[in-house]
Protein backbone atom coordinates (compact mmCIF):
# COMPACT_ATOMS: atom_id res chain seq x y z
CA UNK A 1 0.00 0.00 0.00
CA UNK A 2 1.15 3.32 -0.71
CA UNK A 3 0.95 5.53 2.26
CA UNK A 4 2.79 8.67 0.89
CA UNK A 5 1.66 11.26 -1.64
CA UNK A 6 3.59 13.73 -3.01
CA UNK A 7 2.42 16.94 -4.75
CA UNK A 8 3.05 18.00 -7.15
CA UNK A 9 3.78 15.26 -9.59
CA UNK A 10 5.82 16.96 -11.74
CA UNK A 11 8.00 19.96 -11.00
CA UNK A 12 9.78 22.29 -14.17
CA UNK A 13 11.30 25.20 -13.07
CA UNK A 14 14.44 27.57 -14.42
CA UNK A 15 18.33 26.87 -13.03
CA UNK A 16 18.60 29.11 -9.62
CA UNK A 17 14.89 29.01 -8.61
CA UNK A 18 13.76 27.28 -5.53
CA UNK A 19 11.78 23.97 -5.69
CA UNK A 20 9.37 22.60 -3.01
CA UNK A 21 7.44 19.45 -2.71
CA UNK A 22 5.03 18.58 -0.46
CA UNK A 23 4.02 15.13 0.74
CA UNK A 24 1.21 13.70 3.02
CA UNK A 25 0.68 10.61 4.62
CA UNK A 26 -2.20 8.54 6.86
CA UNK A 27 -0.51 6.98 9.43
CA UNK A 28 1.88 8.15 12.45
CA UNK A 29 5.25 7.63 11.98
CA UNK A 30 8.20 7.41 13.56
CA UNK A 31 10.59 9.04 10.78
CA UNK A 32 10.24 10.19 7.34
CA UNK A 33 12.55 10.54 4.37
CA UNK A 34 13.62 11.79 1.22
CA UNK A 35 15.09 9.87 -1.52
CA UNK A 36 16.03 11.00 -4.87
CA UNK A 37 15.99 8.73 -7.95
CA UNK A 38 17.85 9.81 -11.60
CA UNK A 39 16.52 8.80 -14.47
CA UNK A 40 17.67 4.57 -14.52
CA UNK A 41 19.08 4.64 -11.21
CA UNK A 42 18.41 3.66 -8.11
CA UNK A 43 17.45 5.72 -5.09
CA UNK A 44 19.95 7.91 -3.06
CA UNK A 45 18.61 8.79 0.00
CA UNK A 46 18.73 12.01 1.24
CA UNK A 47 17.61 13.53 4.10
CA UNK A 48 15.77 11.72 7.30
CA UNK A 49 13.60 13.49 9.37
CA UNK A 50 12.02 11.96 12.89
CA UNK A 51 8.66 12.47 14.26
CA UNK A 52 9.41 15.09 17.24
CA UNK A 53 11.96 16.82 15.06
CA UNK A 54 9.57 20.30 13.25
CA UNK A 55 12.59 20.75 10.66
CA UNK A 56 15.98 19.70 8.91
CA UNK A 57 18.74 21.21 7.02
CA UNK A 58 21.08 19.28 4.56
CA UNK A 59 23.12 21.69 2.34
CA UNK A 60 20.76 23.29 -0.25
CA UNK A 61 17.63 20.99 1.45
CA UNK A 62 15.12 21.94 3.52
CA UNK A 63 12.72 19.72 5.24
CA UNK A 64 10.00 20.45 7.33
CA UNK A 65 7.72 17.91 9.13
CA UNK A 66 4.05 18.56 10.76
CA UNK A 67 2.79 15.54 12.44
CA UNK A 68 -0.47 17.33 13.11
CA UNK A 69 -0.85 17.78 9.63
CA UNK A 70 0.63 14.33 8.66
CA UNK A 71 2.29 16.45 5.94
CA UNK A 72 6.02 17.18 4.64
CA UNK A 73 7.84 19.57 2.71
CA UNK A 74 11.09 19.41 1.01
CA UNK A 75 12.27 22.65 -0.82
CA UNK A 76 15.62 22.53 -2.94
CA UNK A 77 17.66 26.28 -2.79
CA UNK A 78 19.35 27.64 -5.66
CA UNK A 79 18.45 24.31 -7.69
CA UNK A 80 21.05 23.48 -10.59
CA UNK A 81 20.24 21.50 -13.59
CA UNK A 82 21.58 18.32 -11.77
CA UNK A 83 18.98 18.01 -9.47
CA UNK A 84 16.88 17.26 -12.23
CA UNK A 85 15.58 13.57 -10.80
CA UNK A 86 12.17 12.22 -9.73
CA UNK A 87 12.07 12.67 -5.51
CA UNK A 88 9.93 10.24 -3.16
CA UNK A 89 9.28 10.38 0.41
CA UNK A 90 9.16 7.35 2.12
CA UNK A 91 7.44 6.93 5.60
CA UNK A 92 8.44 4.63 8.82
CA UNK A 93 5.20 4.04 10.03
CA UNK A 94 5.05 3.05 13.92
CA UNK A 95 3.58 -0.24 14.28
CA UNK A 96 6.11 -1.59 11.14
CA UNK A 97 9.58 -1.54 11.01
CA UNK A 98 9.17 -0.98 7.36
CA UNK A 99 9.76 1.89 4.78
CA UNK A 100 6.97 3.16 2.55
CA UNK A 101 7.51 5.08 -0.13
CA UNK A 102 4.90 7.78 -2.38
CA UNK A 103 4.56 8.06 -5.85
CA UNK A 104 7.10 10.63 -5.83
CA UNK A 105 7.43 14.10 -7.83
CA UNK A 106 9.15 14.76 -11.35
CA UNK A 107 11.75 17.61 -10.91
CA UNK A 108 13.28 18.90 -14.39
CA UNK A 109 15.58 21.95 -13.50
CA UNK A 110 16.33 23.97 -16.80
CA UNK A 111 19.98 25.25 -17.70
CA UNK B 1 32.72 1.15 0.58
CA UNK B 2 31.50 -1.33 -1.68
CA UNK B 3 27.19 -0.44 -2.35
CA UNK B 4 24.35 -2.95 -3.04
CA UNK B 5 25.23 -5.04 -6.04
CA UNK B 6 22.38 -6.42 -8.20
CA UNK B 7 22.49 -8.35 -11.48
CA UNK B 8 21.52 -8.97 -14.23
CA UNK B 9 20.81 -4.80 -15.40
CA UNK B 10 18.70 -5.64 -18.05
CA UNK B 11 16.08 -8.87 -18.50
CA UNK B 12 13.72 -9.36 -21.19
CA UNK B 13 11.56 -12.96 -20.93
CA UNK B 14 8.26 -14.51 -22.62
CA UNK B 15 5.42 -13.98 -20.27
CA UNK B 16 5.13 -17.55 -18.51
CA UNK B 17 8.94 -17.79 -17.96
CA UNK B 18 10.74 -17.68 -14.81
CA UNK B 19 13.36 -15.46 -14.33
CA UNK B 20 15.41 -14.94 -11.13
CA UNK B 21 17.34 -12.03 -9.75
CA UNK B 22 20.39 -11.67 -7.52
CA UNK B 23 21.25 -9.09 -4.84
CA UNK B 24 24.33 -8.76 -2.66
CA UNK B 25 23.78 -6.11 0.67
CA UNK B 26 26.47 -3.80 2.13
CA UNK B 27 28.44 -5.96 4.63
CA UNK B 28 26.98 -5.65 7.61
CA UNK B 29 23.75 -4.67 6.87
CA UNK B 30 20.48 -7.16 8.37
CA UNK B 31 17.84 -6.16 7.04
CA UNK B 32 17.38 -6.55 3.38
CA UNK B 33 14.36 -5.38 1.28
CA UNK B 34 13.33 -6.28 -2.45
CA UNK B 35 11.31 -3.30 -3.87
CA UNK B 36 8.93 -3.30 -7.21
CA UNK B 37 9.36 -0.20 -8.87
CA UNK B 38 6.44 0.04 -11.99
CA UNK B 39 7.35 3.16 -14.66
CA UNK B 40 5.84 6.23 -13.25
CA UNK B 41 5.38 4.84 -9.78
CA UNK B 42 7.06 4.86 -6.18
CA UNK B 43 8.42 1.69 -5.41
CA UNK B 44 6.08 -1.21 -3.79
CA UNK B 45 8.01 -3.48 -0.88
CA UNK B 46 7.58 -6.89 -1.73
CA UNK B 47 9.21 -8.50 0.89
CA UNK B 48 11.80 -7.86 4.15
CA UNK B 49 14.20 -10.06 5.30
CA UNK B 50 16.23 -9.42 8.71
CA UNK B 51 19.13 -11.81 8.62
CA UNK B 52 17.95 -15.22 7.81
CA UNK B 53 14.03 -14.63 8.20
CA UNK B 54 11.10 -12.80 6.56
CA UNK B 55 9.89 -9.69 8.52
CA UNK B 56 7.49 -9.17 5.90
CA UNK B 57 6.18 -10.55 2.52
CA UNK B 58 2.36 -9.24 3.24
CA UNK B 59 2.37 -7.98 -0.54
CA UNK B 60 4.56 -10.33 -2.34
CA UNK B 61 2.29 -12.77 -4.55
CA UNK B 62 3.48 -15.85 -3.48
CA UNK B 63 1.66 -17.98 -6.22
CA UNK B 64 4.54 -16.26 -8.60
CA UNK B 65 6.57 -14.62 -6.37
CA UNK B 66 9.53 -15.88 -4.40
CA UNK B 67 13.08 -15.64 -2.40
CA UNK B 68 15.30 -16.52 -0.37
CA UNK B 69 18.05 -15.21 1.68
CA UNK B 70 20.69 -17.50 2.75
CA UNK B 71 23.17 -17.70 5.08
CA UNK B 72 21.64 -13.75 6.08
CA UNK B 73 23.45 -12.49 3.12
CA UNK B 74 22.97 -12.79 -0.19
CA UNK B 75 18.83 -12.73 -2.08
CA UNK B 76 17.23 -14.12 -4.80
CA UNK B 77 14.22 -13.17 -5.72
CA UNK B 78 12.46 -15.66 -8.69
CA UNK B 79 9.40 -15.14 -10.81
CA UNK B 80 7.77 -18.04 -12.22
CA UNK B 81 5.88 -18.07 -14.35
CA UNK B 82 6.03 -14.33 -15.12
CA UNK B 83 2.97 -12.08 -16.31
CA UNK B 84 3.61 -9.05 -18.49
CA UNK B 85 2.27 -6.85 -15.52
CA UNK B 86 5.47 -8.37 -14.08
CA UNK B 87 7.13 -5.60 -16.22
CA UNK B 88 9.26 -3.10 -13.84
CA UNK B 89 12.28 -2.40 -11.93
CA UNK B 90 13.65 -4.92 -9.17
CA UNK B 91 14.98 -3.05 -6.50
CA UNK B 92 17.50 -4.15 -3.71
CA UNK B 93 17.98 -2.48 -0.73
CA UNK B 94 19.66 -2.80 2.61
CA UNK B 95 20.15 -1.24 5.90
CA UNK B 96 21.86 -1.25 9.29
CA UNK B 97 20.61 -2.08 12.15
CA UNK B 98 18.75 1.37 13.38
CA UNK B 99 17.77 0.32 17.27
CA UNK B 100 14.52 0.05 18.52
CA UNK B 101 12.34 -1.24 15.61
CA UNK B 102 12.54 1.83 13.78
CA UNK B 103 13.56 1.93 10.04
CA UNK B 104 16.21 4.42 9.27
CA UNK B 105 18.51 4.82 5.77
CA UNK B 106 18.53 2.31 2.95
CA UNK B 107 20.56 1.84 0.69
CA UNK B 108 19.89 0.88 -2.75
CA UNK B 109 21.14 -0.72 -5.76
CA UNK B 110 20.94 0.13 -9.31
CA UNK B 111 18.16 -2.23 -9.76
CA UNK B 112 16.78 -4.95 -12.41
CA UNK B 113 14.92 -3.90 -15.12
CA UNK B 114 12.73 -6.40 -16.72
CA UNK B 115 10.57 -6.63 -19.70
CA UNK B 116 8.00 -9.24 -20.32
CA UNK B 117 7.08 -9.98 -23.74
Known amino acids: SQQGEEDPQALSIQEGENATMNCSYK?????LQWYRQNSGRGLVHLILIRSNEREKHSGRLRVTLDTSKKSSSLLITASRAADTASYFCATAPQVAGKLIFGQGTTLQVKP | EAGVAQSPRYKIIEKRQSVAFWCNPISGHATLYWYQQILGQGPKLLIQFQNNGVVDDSQLPKDRFSAERLKGVDSTLKIQPAKLEDSAVYLC???????????????FGEGSRLTVL
Open chain 2, 93 to 107: ASSPPHGLGNTGELF
Open chain 1, 27 to 31: TSINN
